[in-house]
Structure formats: structure tokens, C-alpha cells
């Protein structure tokens, strides 16, 4: 199956600034990380549509049992 990156990775870095969602923001963090574990290709989209600063700032902001859950990201 091929997934569109330029569709999903946007919509997945999307999904890591909805606060009020925790449990999205912990799937996303981990399809994302998922992704990275590609190719280097997979890593080159990830990092041209600029996942790591969104996955970085995401799990700068959690200091609650959220954050137990990112830190297994």
C-alpha cells in the first residue's frame, strides 16, 4: 500500500498541536516516529515538512501523565 506523505505527515504533524486531545497528540507522535524508522527517505519527508520541531515542542509541553506517554514515543 502506498500512503500519500505529502498528505499524511502534514495532517499528522496537524494532530500533535491539538492540546486538548492528548491521546491524538500520543498517537501521532508515535505514527510519526513509526515513520522515521523508514527509509531515509521516510526520514528526508519528515523532515522537510518539519516533524521534529512539532514532535520536539510537543513533548516540551507535557509535565503531567501525558507525559509518561510520550516519552514511550
Known amino acids: ?3 500519500e506523505a505529502n498528505v ?3 495532517a499528522l504533524i ?3 498541536s491539538r492540546t ?3 491521546a ?3 498517537e501521532a507522535a508515535w505514527s510519526l516516529t ?3 524508522c523508514g527509509e531515509a527517505r521516510h526520514i528526508h519527508c519528515l523532515l522537510q515538512a518539519g516533524a521534529l520541531d512539532e514532535l520536539l515542542n510537543t513533548c ?3 509535565t503531567s501523565d501525558a507525559a509518561d506517554d510520550m516519552q514511550c514515543v
Open 8 to 10: 499524511i505527515i502534514p
Open 20 to 22: 486538548d486531545l492528548p
Open 34 to 36: 513509526n515513520i522515521a
Open 14 to 16: 496537524q494532530f500533535l
Open 60 to 62: 516540551l509541553l507535557y
Open 1 to 3: 500500500m502506498i500512503v
Open 24 to 26: 491524538l497528540q500520543v
